[in-house]
């Protein structure tokens, strides 16, 4: 139904993009500093960290929404620095924008800011000021790669996605770009997300439509169980394509969502599989489950256990673990009617019966978990509903990265 | 006011304790099977898992006191295999009773049952059937260490404590044993632990101090996040120092449940040095909160961070990653009153006053944070209550030890 496409957040038409170090981080060769704008006005949702520790550029991108009705036309962000618990980070993230803003002849409400890197320190402005000329002046509707990297911190990849559809006979494209790999638990959003689309979609309904699809994507991925301070997922629709707006939930806003949740979740998979230190892909896969909640609850559950996390870097067919893990979830269900099974590309490991184990051969076990991509397949056996969530392995990496990150 | 003294669960007047190699164990050097008694019949209280799924002793003890309306005589114990997720686990679980009560002239409800080891895998009750009259023969009044070392897993030392401490002149003691290094995150109670006492304390009063003293210890402890299907804490008073019983929230019952507060709190903190992998022991000590409740709930946020556990291991005083985990505890508390300091024994590193941070010295904070335990000190600065967490760093050691524990 999708056909997907290159191009990440420029995939959809009018959207330029940028990126370049500007010296926030010692290394040339790393891009620290993004931009990218649209050549019109964009409707514009958003969500953010429910962290109670708000990173200023969270506080100064909410207000920016709030000040034009949900328009925006472009935004800045930088890695190195996440501009969180500074006395002057309001006015920092302010500046940002307003140097963006002039280079751009915006008015300063219509960028957005976004910041990842270290908490805690001041945030430098003199290297934004003397490098946003530049930054605007190389705004090029293929800078989409420049951007994505400008946001990497941890990250040993670029996560970018797009895909084209149609609405109301016309085509449309939606894509994005996202970064993260540690402090990785979203609660609302992970870290820095930005998706465009030249899809005419109301505020409302974008707002409406990412609200629904963030609980079920991004908002079912942990890598370790921190919810980042500055966690920020910003929707833009510029209208471009030519569609009749959708404003209604209607037939095409059901098209739109299902474009959505494709980038949404394919992107929350980059995001797991791209975990601080990680080897292996985790995906928990619950099924048969009697409502929505209790089958996120579960997924969740599972896929934050450290000792399973542990197991699968080890290749250890300890399903053990996972049963505790679903069974510390605060969820109601009939524990003795669970299954579990194991499943890559090279099988399916049946481990698990009515809550009790199988006999199975560690040798066939070794083989299903050689793979970097696997599903821990949960059956409830309760009901019709379902959900997944995604993770990574916990590994040596994870803890050398994390034993000194501000170095 | 409290004398600290030897004999772990042997410190009360009247109780036996003896261990040994069964086999459930190959390396013979390594005790697996435990089990201790009291001269006469105990008063017995017990805090087990909410996991929802219970290993079959947890069942079977549970079964009996009620049986017997919270008495008991004797327990027996195993480590190497958790008797849990398996059909015939119950049956196992009585068996083990049934032989123990056998060997020593009890009822088999007398008798409790705890387990700890692998989950899903069979128990074989021949190594127990053929041990348990040399296991009954050699209980003795000094055996506490001996079954104190029988529960031990991947614990790298044994954990017991005692104190002695005077009720209307009689002199009484009360002691324990625990166990636990991995799947740690009590909800109730932790893996195994054992606590006796000649103090005659009513089985009502008893349940009660002990429903409130583990809600501020074992339950304020995480070494992983994992809460384990085993966890089981059980509470035996035999009366035999001779004072008047304990039956109402008298002086004599706030002096006894200080005394169980030092055990527990002091075999609390034991656990989480001995945190799989651990190098460091964390204490994570919230005053000036609103409430309880609100002091527990963050104090556990910050404790269970793997980023902030990693950060510890690696000497870094990060302590953005506190302020983080701090805002993602869900509790009300307004965020900008909030100051952290880091304390070890070689001083107090101030890092962050009113939510933001504060210039210190990198070269003193590595001096303070080399130290093997660590106290994150936060201050809310929004009411009078307080509440300890305890914890460990996170290090390449817990990854390798869980990446293969089944082995």
């Given amino acids: 139904m999708f056909k997907v496409i290159d191009g990440g957040v420029c995939a959809a038409k009018g959207f330029k993009a940028n990126g370049l170090n500007c010296g926030l981080n010692p290394n040339k060769e790393k891009y620290d500093l993004g931009l990218y704008m649209s050549d019109v006005v964009c409707n514009t949702a958003g969500v953010y960290t429910l962290n109670k520790v708000k990173g200023a550029p969270v506080t100064v991108t909410k207000n920016h929404l709030n000040i034009t009705g949900g328009k925006s036309r472009a935004v800045i962000m930088n890695s190195k620095n996440a501009n969180t618990c500074n006395?002057?980070?309001?006015?920092?993230?302010?500046?940002?924008?307003?140097?963006?803003?002039?280079?751009?002849?915006?008015?300063?409400?219509?960028?957005?800011?976004?910041?990842?890197?270290?908490?805690?320190?001041?945030?430098?402005?003199?290297?934004?000021?003397?490098?946003?000329?530049?930054?605007?002046?190389?705004?090029?509707?293929?800078?989409?790669?420049?951007?994505?990297?400008?946001?990497?911190?941890?990250?040993?990849?670029?996560?970018?996605?797009?895909?084209?559809?149609?609405?109301?006979?016309?085509?449309?494209?939606?894509?994005?770009?996202?970064?993260?790999?540690?402090?990785?638990?979203?609660?609302?959003?992970?870290?820095?997300?930005?998706?465009?689309?030249?899809?005419?979609?109301?505020?409302?309904?974008?707002?409406?439509?990412?609200?629904?699809?963030?609980?079920?994507?991004?908002?079912?991925?942990?890598?370790?169980?921190?919810?980042?301070?500055?966690?920020?997922?910003?929707?833009?629709?510029?209208?471009?394509?030519?569609n009749e707006e959708i404003n209604a939930e209607n037939d095409d806003y059901e098209i739109f969502k299902k474009a959505l949740y494709t980038v949404m979740s394919e992107m929350t998979k980059m995001l797991a599989k791209d975990g601080e230190g990680a080897t292996k892909l985790l995906e928990c896969s619950v099924t048969s489950a009697p409502d929505l909640d209790t089958a996120i609850i579960v997924a969740k559950s599972v896929i934050r256990s450290p000792l399973l996390k542990c197991a699968m870097f080890g290749e250890d067919a300890n399903w053990g673990r996972v049963l505790c893990a679903i069974g510390?979830?605060?969820?109601?269900?009939?524990?003795?009617?669970?299954?579990?099974?194991?499943?890559?590309?090279y099988g399916v490991l049946e481990v698990c019966r009515n809550g009790a184990g199988i006999e199975f051969s560690e040798e066939y076990a070794k083989k299903v978990l050689a793979s970097d991509e696997i599903i821990i397949d949960v059956r409830l056996n309760s009901g019709d509903a379902a959900a997944k969530a995604w993770g990574c392995d916990l590994t040596y990496d994870y803890v050398k990265i994390n034993g000194d990150y501000r170095s």
């Fill in 87 to 242: 006395a002057d980070g309001e006015e920092k993230a302010e500046m940002m924008c307003k140097l963006a803003a002039d280079e751009l002849g915006l008015d300063a409400n219509e960028v957005l800011v976004a910041s990842t890197g270290v908490i805690g320190q001041i945030m430098p402005i003199e290297p934004i000021e003397s490098h946003v000329k530049e930054l605007a002046a190389g705004l090029s509707y293929d800078g989409n790669e420049k951007a994505a990297v400008a946001i990497m911190t941890t990250d040993t990849v670029k996560k970018e996605y797009a895909v084209e559809f149609e609405l109301d006979g016309k085509v449309c494209r939606l894509g994005g770009m996202a970064k993260g790999s540690g402090m990785i638990h979203p609660n609302m959003a992970t870290t820095l997300n930005f998706i465009t689309t030249d899809a005419a979609v109301s505020t409302q309904m974008l707002q409406k439509a990412l609200s629904e699809i963030v609980k079920v994507t991004y908002n079912c991925l942990s890598v370790d169980g921190d919810t980042s301070t500055n966690d920020m997922l910003i929707l833009q629709s510029n209208g471009l394509a030519g």
């Fill in 328 to 345: 510390y979830a605060e969820a109601e269900f009939d524990i003795n009617k669970v299954d579990v099974d194991f499943v890559s590309e």
